[in-house]
């Protein structure tokens, strides 16, 4: 069974850095596209960032790109987001989650149980 | 980006049958998949394709396709239903990209 656990999130001040990451086990993580999901406090799911199973295509949201940078350690089973210039509008919850196949599919069978970033002055 | 649109809220009396709809450009090119999410938890895949259904989710929810809509029926509808639902699919505009539709508040009356 598929096991995402997130880790990272905080309070941060505007325009900081933070970086999340996932640990996945109970798969064979390089096989698969893994992405990251963010939910804001009430609102709905919002999808930020995808990268496929060897770390050769990356792509990004308009709302992070160029800010936010997705990478994957095949290694070590761990996926993670480094996010910087955050902005208050960044303030959310974090899932990962694991795609069907190792290029995008879009289904997620599996998430993590989020991480939460707050960013406040 | 592509853009999927969701009813904000569906009702539903308990036992009866609900359908829950999303609509978008994407959706004449690829198939949506449906979440469940209930307060505090992650979402959980309950549709993906054309109409499969992972194991552990009740037959009584079924995924339908036509044109530029998908549609999530719950048939009997029970209280534990009760629950946010959102839809997404590959983006049509960008290649690797992923849209989510707005998400379905449904209540079981």
């Known amino acids: 069974q598929a096991q995402l656990v997130e880790s990272g999130g905080g309070v941060v001040q505007p325009g900081r850095s933070l970086r999340l990451s996932c640990a996945a086990s109970?798969?064979?993580?390089?096989?698969?596209?893994m992405h990251w999901v963010r939910q804001a406090p009430g609102k709905g799911l919002e999808w930020v960032a995808i990268?496929?199973?060897?770390?050769?295509?990356?792509d990004y949201a308009d709302s992070v790109k160029g800010r936010f940078t997705i990478s994957r350690d095949n290694s070590k089973n761990t996926l993670h987001m480094e996010m910087k210039s955050l902005r208050a509008e960044d303030t959310a919850m974090y899932y990962c989650?694991?795609?069907?196949?190792?290029?995008?599919?879009?289904?997620?069978?599996?998430w993590g149980q989020g991480t939460l970033v707050t960013v406040s002055s | 980006s592509s853009k999927l649109t969701q009813d904000p809220a569906v009702s539903v009396a308990l036992g009866q049958t609900v359908r829950i709809t999303c609509q978008g450009d994407?959706?004449?090119?690829?198939?949506a998949s449906w979440y469940q999410q209930k307060p505090g938890q992650a979402p959980v895949l309950v549709i993906s394709?054309?109409?499969n259904r992972p194991s552990g989710i009740p037959d009584r929810f079924s995924g339908s396709n036509s044109g530029n809509t998908a549609s999530l029926t719950i048939t009997g509808a029970q209280a534990e239903d009760e629950a946010e639902y959102y839809c997404?699919?590959?983006?049509?505009?960008?290649?690797?990209?992923?849209?989510f539709g707005g998400g379905t508040k449904l209540t079981v009356l």
């Open positions: 990268i496929s199973h060897d770390g050769s295509n990356k």
């Open positions: 109970g798969f064979t993580f390089s096989g698969y596209a």
């Open positions: 994407s959706l004449r090119s690829f198939f």
């Open positions: 394709g054309k109409n």
């Open positions: 997404n699919s590959r983006d049509s505009i960008a290649n690797l990209r992923v849209v």
């Open positions: 989650a694991k795609d069907r196949r190792d290029i995008l599919t879009g289904y997620y069978d599996d």
